[in-house]
């Protein structure tokens, strides 16, 4: 028969031998992770590759734009700076204009009484 001790060994090396395979299983599982990945970074590096012309092309527009872009929105800040600068000046002006319009109205109506003070156009006499 066998002993206790027997069955502990029997355990001890039966999970250590599914210890190794799962080891080994995990080993091989890795291996071809990285050999995928060596695959994939190789295709992505020849892509890159193929295309460098086209990349630093783009590049190169990307920057031309941005650089257009930037002075296109410079000149229209200048535009609209310039453009409230007129219309606020307009507008003093009108007031300014409206302002002496109103006194030159206030005088001629004084102008008008006085006269019509001093010679009076009543029908009646």
């Given amino acids: 028969m066998y002993s206790l001790q ?16 799962a080891v080994i299983i995990a080993i091989i599982a890795l291996a071809n992770a990285l050999f995928n990945i060596n695959k994939l970074v190789k295709r992505v590096d020849g892509l890159i590759e193929k295309n460098e012309d086209n990349i630093t092309e783009t590049v190169d ?20 700076d310039a453009v409230e600068e007129y219309i606020c000046e307009t507008i003093i002006t009108v007031g300014e204009k409206t302002d002496s319009f109103f006194d030159f109205i206030s005088i ?13 156009f009543d029908k009646k006499k």
């Avoid at 001629?108 to 009076?120: A, D, E, Y």
């Fill in 108 to 120: 001629t109506k004084q102008i008008i009484k006085t006269v019509f003070k001093i010679f009076p």
């Fill in 61 to 80: 527009n990307v920057n031309e734009v941005t650089t257009t872009v930037k002075n296109g929105v410079d000149r229209a800040e200048a535009t609209v």
């Fill in 6 to 21: 027997d069955f502990g060994t029997f355990v001890l090396y039966f999970f250590g031998i599914l210890a190794i395979i």
